[in-house]
């Protein structure tokens, strides 16, 4: 992980970044909870049967995509914990800019994840903007891709994430 | 024997999804947080989202609000409707007490070059008649009783 700066952007522009495998399988007990926190009953996530009858055995809800990256908040011989979106923090530091939202997010979605697959991301920057005025602060909007696929390489969802970095009106810049 | 709920022929451009009202407490909020396994502190740090973020209170996260309108969108669609694509655009946050409120509408709807039927929606999750976050979606249905996306891949999945 590093940080970019303004001028190492033009040279990352649609680059691979950050490709890596997910820190543990698809699985069926994050399927549930996360299903039970939105309190989702489509059968195909609870019933044995009709996952075999319409997608062939159980799958993920589709939306999870990300959840299988999010590293665990400690794990052993580590010292810092990981970033899911490396790219984004990486300009939040490069850039000067403290704070950071999530403003739009498209995800297309592939082949169906299922428990026990082992998912591999990398990320891609795809743009980033002049600097810009918002309620929130000052600062610059970006694009990144992420893309996902599954163990024998099927592409399985591309998400889009627009972010934007920003120094809240009346704070000091870091030196 | 399972069978589609909702066939991609009786829905049109125009047609409402049912509304979906639901209470916001802190609970569901770090539920959210868990599920997405979203571990930073303005979604379960009230002192933090306040002081830190800005914000009046710790919020929903966004990969959670994802599977809120997943489950929104499947709750009419039934099991045999898969998703294609999804775009969020998040304009404020929802806080525990706010009651948030999805609503929906088919805005299009067409068979694809493949001839897999799917239907265009804009939804809105709103607190107070202000709206929190808009989705768009492209969502996949059967075309008849015994056609399933879900049984499409590699060149005959076009999401």
Not at chain 1, 119 to 133: A, C, E, Y
Not at chain 2, 89 to 108: E, L, N, Q
Request: glycine letters at 10%; proline letters at 7%; hydrophobic letters at 35%.
């Amino acid at each position: 992980m590093s940080a970019i700066g303004i001028d190492d952007i033009e040279g990352l522009l649609g680059e691979s970044q950050y490709e890596e495998v997910g820190e543990f399988p698809v699985e069926q007990g994050y399927i549930w909870t996360t299903c039970s926190s939105v309190e989702n009953g489509n059968p195909l996530f609870w019933d044995a049967e009709v996952a075999e009858a319409v997608t062939g055995g159980p799958i993920a809800p589709p939306t999870m995509v990300s959840v299988w990256f999010r590293p665990h908040h400690w794990a052993p011989n580590r010292s810092t914990p990981g970033l899911p979106l490396q790219i984004h923090f990486d300009l939040k530091e490069g850039l000067g800019l403290p704070e950071a939202v999530m403003s739009d997010n498209t995800i297309v979605f592939h082949e169906p994840v299922r428990p026990g697959d082992r998912l591999t991301t990398r990320q891609i920057l795809k743009s980033v903007s002049d600097q810009k005025t918002t309620k929130l602060g000052t600062g610059r909007f970006w694009v990144i891709d992420v893309e996902y696929h599954n163990q024998r390489g099927d592409l399985v969802a591309v998400e889009s994430y627009t972010g934007f970095g920003y120094r809240r009106a009346g704070t000091e810049e870091t030196p | 024997m399972t069978t589609p709920t909702l066939l991609h022929g009786n829905v049109q451009a125009g047609q409402e999804l049912p509304e979906l009202a639901y209470p916001v407490t802190a609970t569901t909020i770090v539920l959210g947080a868990l599920a997405a396994r979203d571990w930073r502190p303005m979604h379960h740090d009230k002192d933090f989202a306040v002081n830190r973020n800005g914000t009046q209170d710790i919020f929903l996260n966004t990969p959670n609000l994802a599977s809120w309108f997943e489950r929104y969108i499947t709750d009419w669609t039934g099991p045999f409707g898969r998703l294609q694509r999804v775009t969020f655009r998040m304009k404020g946050s929802i806080f525990p007490g706010d009651t948030m409120v999805f609503r929906g509408a088919v805005t299009d709807s067409g068979i694809d070059a493949v001839g897999c039927g799917w239907v265009a929606l804009d939804i809105a999750v709103s607190v107070d008649g202000d709206t929190k976050t808009s989705c768009t979606a492209r969502v996949a249905l059967p075309t008849a009783v015994d056609d399933n996306p879900w049984s499409r891949s590699g060149d005959r999945w076009t999401p």
